[in-house]
């Protein structure tokens, strides 16, 4: 029996060696709104309540409600922060909207451990907007990949949520056998179903639509391509670029093959030795590209946030559209928010659930009035152990 003295410090200890390196979770927390609660809540933007989408005919029953291993079920994971939350709820509230059946679809929501908002309030916020929606939120464990994660051409792609996608084979339950993986500045126009239901062949842990006329040599440096051990890596593959913003991953592959480790055995090298200058995509190209299944380029029209220097704006690639990706350094909620969109922010326009704060009173002396917070209980889940 431990003293009571010692249960403070030798308690948390021992969960913290339980708990597994890249998440934890909370399994449940009080309804009551309290004061510090409030305040950071009413720092974030504000939402309006989506609507309830429903299955059609034909959609396969689920329990999504009590399990995220029901076979009828498409898994989406996303990552969700207060900086990228208001692109986050539109990329939810897009899918929902264009799916056949949106109540078989379960979202796997990766916030991070130290955000300005806290995994419970961005819990919440997402419930009061899908109100009926299936979800779970891990809280990434940043600490995971800070050591790992060298300097970019773009500070914000240094952000160690950025690299969450790596660990998903170990935060998402064992029973997951495959995920598709969407960036929070993307909105689905199209059945999310039909992603979903790409086949991998020949063995192949990803799939994404590639873009082999880009010049593959632009993402790592002079020094990766003149050491001959390095480059040799490409030497059998016929590389072709892809974006890491939309991918459908084989969970089972991913797990058994240990990816997470060989993406990260790049990322240690690339800290002593600079061989690119983006920031979590040389890792995936250099350890996938040439061995990617192929996916239509309708799905990721991306690069239309521009350039990651200049953000200029972007027209869309010939051919049909199923997902539009603001990849890039401009992003739709910012550009329209400062009356300078580019042509195409305005295909995103329709999906933004945002709802400025309401003013009563009128004229110089109205008051300011906050939208009201009222929240049923909620779960975080995290890798397999729940703090309680």
Known sequence: ???????????????????PPFTLGI????????????????????????????????????????TSDDPSLVHIAMTLDSGYLRGSIAAVHSVLRHSSCPENIFFHFIAAEFDSASP?????????????????????????VINLISSSIRQALENPLNYARNYLGDMLDSSISRVIYLDSDIVVVD??????????????????PEYCHANFTKYFTDEFWLDPLLSRVF?????????????????????????????ENWMELQRKK??????????????????VEAIDHRWNQHGLGGDNVNGVCRSLHPGPVSLLHWSGKGKPWVRLDEKKPCPLDRLWEPYDLFKPQLVNGGGRGGI??????????????GYSHDLL
Not at 135 to 141: A, E, P, Q, T
């Open 120 to 144: 419970r309030i961005l819990t919440r916020l997402v419930r009061s907007t899908f109100p009926s929606l299936n979800f779970k939120v891990y809280i990434f464990r940043e600490d995971t």
């Open 368 to 381: 300011t009035r906050e939208q009201p917070w009222s929240f049923s209980s909620s779960i975080l889940v």
């Open 1 to 19: 029996m431990i003293p009571l003295r010692l249960s403070a410090v030798v308690l948390p200890l021992i969960v913290c060696i339980l708990l």
């Open 27 to 66: 399994r449940s927390f009080p309804t009551a709104t309290a004061a510090t609660t409030t305040v950071a809540l009413h720092s974030l933007l504000r939402f309006s309540e989506a609507p309830d989408y429903r299955n059609g005919a034909g959609c396969l029953a689920t329990t999504a409600t009590t």
């Open 235 to 263: 030497g059998h593959r016929k590389p072709c670029y892809f974006n890491t913003g939309v991918m459908v991953m084989d969970l089972v592959r991913w797990r058994e093959g240990n990816y997470r480790k060989r993406i």
């Open 274 to 291: 600079r061989i690119y200058e983006l920031g979590s995509l040389p890792p995936f190209l250099l350890v996938f590209a040439g061995n």
């Open 191 to 208: 059945d999310i179903h039909k992603l979903w239901n790409v086949t991998l062949t020949e063995n192949r842990v990803i799939g994404a």
